[in-house]
């Protein structure tokens, strides 16, 4: 069997499991799966271009979803009235007054020479500014929070349409990813893991409490929606007309259609991002970012800039992990900061990259497809399996019960199992690189 073909069964493999869905559950279901699934598939794609093209291993991924998360928040969501002017102003001199503190500890750090001296100047400059910026940032969180707190109570976003927050959010992911690749690329890769794992926290933490920008656990609701709203489909007489003519049901056409839509949107943006990820993969700097990851001492010996290009990808794929979080965010229609859980969905993401194939993009868009498919449908799968199997047990029976409530723990079993059995019977993955 030719790779073609082989690729071709198991894309169909796949699409068929998702048509089953439809078939036995609902097609509302089904495409919320392939819209996920194609979300899923831009995340795998950008870990499978920092861990496939160069090696590198990022276990922070949810903080650069994060970051995309904020994006749709801060550029669709309209703005607070009066919030910027009762401390708006405020926040933002507080933040620039921060940055100039650490860039004057920085000056203060090459002027002067090494000795006891030049640390008390830059512990100093450290304090003072410290000092001064809460002082100016806390009062002017407390006047933005104290309006409206019980709908609002945070700055807002720019009120621009929630499409420009897709590209945005990669801004704010690669921005994040060269302040960490700067100062964590020079680490070796289980440093870089625990590093990169410990900001995405930091990151998290700072969404989940900083009420003034993102609600904290309050969460961000309404986010605006590039694609109709099920309400207003359903008030269209011209919808409701043409979906009854096709002898559907008006409420369960405008879900089907506003998912349809989400799809179009993602598998376009999906669709442009594999191309461009083919395209590097085939050039020269793929090509050269291979050689860097099967043999750092090697390349470098080949005069080439092993941590500058390890930068490049790094940046590169957190900006396709922050355009997937501000798709997702944008699909949800909320901003919910508690619901980042790095440690479980940086998993999930990994299994994707691994069973579909580390170092092939097509295998990564395969992982996204087939693992967010088991992770949604293998519980109810699990409590149809654990209703057979003890279907001829009493009723009220202590085993009974155990079993069908074990039903809820399928998903990480089932995760597990499916690793184990790909990295025995095909190591490199469903789809390994050529």
Request: charged content about 10%; some cysteine; hydrophobic content about 55%.
């Amino acid at each position: 069997m030719n790779d073609t073909l082989k690729n071709t069964l198991l894309f169909a493999a796949v699409a068929l499991l998702i048509m089953s869905v439809g078939f036995q559950q609902s097609w509302n279901s089904a495409l919320l799966i392939i819209a996920m699934g194609l979300i899923s598939s831009i995340m795998a794609l950008g870990v499978n271009l920092q861990w496939g093209f160069a090696g590198l291993f990022n276990v922070g991924i949810m903080g650069f979803v994060a970051l995309g998360g904020l994006a749709a928040v801060l550029v669709g969501m309209p703005p607070t009235e009066g919030a910027f002017a009762a401390g708006g102003w405020g926040v933002l001199g507080a933040l620039l007054l921060g940055a100039g503190t650490i860039l004057l500890a920085i000056f203060v750090m090459k002027r002067m020479d090494a000795g006891w001296l030049r640390t008390l100047a830059v512990i100093g400059v450290l304090v003072a500014g410290f000092f001064l910026f809460r002082g100016l940032l806390d009062p002017s969180v407390e006047r933005i929070e104290e309006i409206n707190p019980a709908q609002t109570g945070y700055l807002g976003g720019l009120g621009l349409p929630v499409l420009i927050a897709w590209p945005v959010g990669g801004l704010f992911a690669a921005a994040a990813a060269w302040i960490i690749g700067k100062t964590a690329l020079g680490l070796r890769s289980d440093y870089l893991a625990i590093a990169t794992l410990g900001i995405a926290e930091i990151i998290i933490a700072v969404l989940k409490n900083e009420d003034w920008l993102t609600r904290g656990v309050k969460n961000v609701i309404g986010v605006p929606r590039p694609v109709p709203y099920e309400i207003d489909l359903q008030n269209s007489a011209a919808f409701v007309e043409r979906a009854a003519g096709l002898g559907f049901d008006p409420v369960e056409s405008s879900t089907l259609w506003v998912k349809f839509l989400y799809i179009i949107l993602f598998a376009a943006v999906l669709l442009i991002l594999m191309w461009m990820a083919q395209r590097a993969l085939h050039s020269p700097w793929g090509r050269m970012l291979r050689a860097i990851r099967d043999n750092e001492v090697a390349a470098e010996a080949m005069g080439k800039d092993v941590t500058a290009r390890h930068l490049q990808v790094f940046i590169l794929g957190s900006a396709i992990c922050g355009i997937a979080g501000a798709m997702m965010t944008t699909m949800d229609g909320q901003l919910t900061p508690g619901t980042y859980q790095p440690l479980r969905f940086t998993f999930l993401v990994w299994v994707m990259v691994i069973v579909g194939g580390s170092g092939n993009n097509l295998g990564a868009v395969l992982g996204g497809f087939l693992i967010w498919f088991l992770w949604v449908q293998v519980e109810p799968m699990g409590l149809w399996l654990m209703n057979a199997i003890t279907s001829g047990m009493a009723e009220g029976s202590p085993l009974k019960e155990h079993l069908i409530e074990s039903a809820a723990h399928m998903r990480l079993l089932t995760m597990g199992l499916v690793l184990l059995l790909v990295l025995r019977f095909s190591p490199r993955g469903l789809i390994p690189e050529k």
